[in-house]
């Protein structure tokens, strides 16, 4: 019982070795990223019902090709983590891809063809794992949302406020822009974009000169203000997502498994972690003393080999 116990873990670190190995090769990236690009251009072959009617046969064992290639690939990348499975659904896109590939088993998701189409568009998605600058634009974007969220509270209100003064000011003169409040909102949200902005100014210009204060103002908020406030709110979360980029590869690289298996642990600032891996280097220093002592070593004819030199490097590593 205990040998079988024993040979468990050590099975699992040799299949995780062995995965690893595959998947973290650079023919393997590759691969998969030119699956997800040759995935995409079927995707749209099949927008075309002429292609589609002519081709039938050959589309659909395209598509149970790609899929059997990805189950292949998620299979890896989970064998890969099979000494610390934990690892594999921390991972967010290690998740995100479980949850594409393994979707399009499920029946009721088979027969809904618009939804497996979506689902089927969501590989193409998965390119982002293979280009980084890719990934932290995507993952900043996320982390921009809440700032957004209040951009776009306060553009409405800035929209509301201008929408209802335009509405009392130039409804009866402009009906065609500002008759009701949702025509007015519409009018100020294109010129939001700065988008027929020479005709607005003009036709308030012909109702009251004071309409130049009330465009010069909104733009000035809409157009200027508030979006370099989004422009600031998305390039903070840039920086954000780049850091934690960098902060999830140094974690890797310190949890990455060493040659025996054993995940190296990161150092948090322990001091009894710190004197362990002094112990540790210390002790290797010991056995590289020993190795060196016994290591036959031709030295001057009238000392004998290895004594005077080795005790020198001996006492020079002790210090």
Do not use: K
């Not at 409405?156 to 509405?167: E, K, N, P």
């Not at 890797?252 to 040659?259: E, K």
């Amino acid at each position: 019982m205990t040998d079988g116990t024993a040979r468990t873990p050590r099975r699992r670190q040799a299949v995780a070795g062995r995965c690893r190995e595959i998947t973290e090769a650079r023919w393997f990236a590759v691969a998969v990223f030119a699956l997800i690009l040759a995935n995409a251009v079927v995707l749209g072959v099949e927008t075309y019902s002429g292609l589609v009617g002519r081709w039938h046969l050959g589309l659909r064992v395209a598509e149970y090709a790609f899929l059997t290639a990805f189950t292949v690939e998620i299979l890896l990348r989970a064998g890969a983590h099979a000494d610390r499975p934990a690892a594999f659904f921390r991972d967010p896109w290690n998740l995100f891809d479980l949850a594409v590939v393994l979707s399009a088993y499920f029946p009721f998701i088979r027969e809904n063809g618009t939804v497996l189409r979506l689902l089927r568009l969501a590989r193409v998605l998965r390119a982002a794992r293979f280009l980084p600058q890719l990934r932290i634009i995507l993952v900043a974007v996320g982390r921009s949302l809440p700032g957004t969220a209040s951009f776009l509270l306060v553009g409405g209100l800035l929209l509301y406020l201008y929408a209802m003064v335009g509405w009392i000011c130039f409804s009866a003169e402009d009906p065609e822009h500002f008759g009701s409040l949702g025509r007015a909102v519409l009018t100020l949200f294109l010129l939001m974009t700065l988008d027929g902005l020479g005709d607005a100014v003009r036709a308030g210009l012909e109702i009251s000169r004071w309409s130049l204060l009330y465009y010069a103002s909104y733009v000035l908020l809409a157009s200027f203000v508030l979006v370099n406030v989004l422009i600031g709110v998305v390039i903070t979360s840039l920086d954000e997502a780049r850091s934690l980029e960098a902060e999830e590869e140094a974690e890797a690289a310190d949890t990455a498994p060493d040659r025996t298996g054993a995940p190296h642990p990161p150092y948090t600032g322990d001091p009894a972690l710190l004197r362990d891996r002094i112990a540790t280097a210390r002790r290797a220093l010991d056995d590289l003393e020993r190795a060196l002592a016994a290591a036959p070593h031709p030295g001057p004819p009238d000392q004998p080999p290895g004594s005077t030199r080795t005790e020198a490097s001996g006492s020079r590593l002790h210090q």
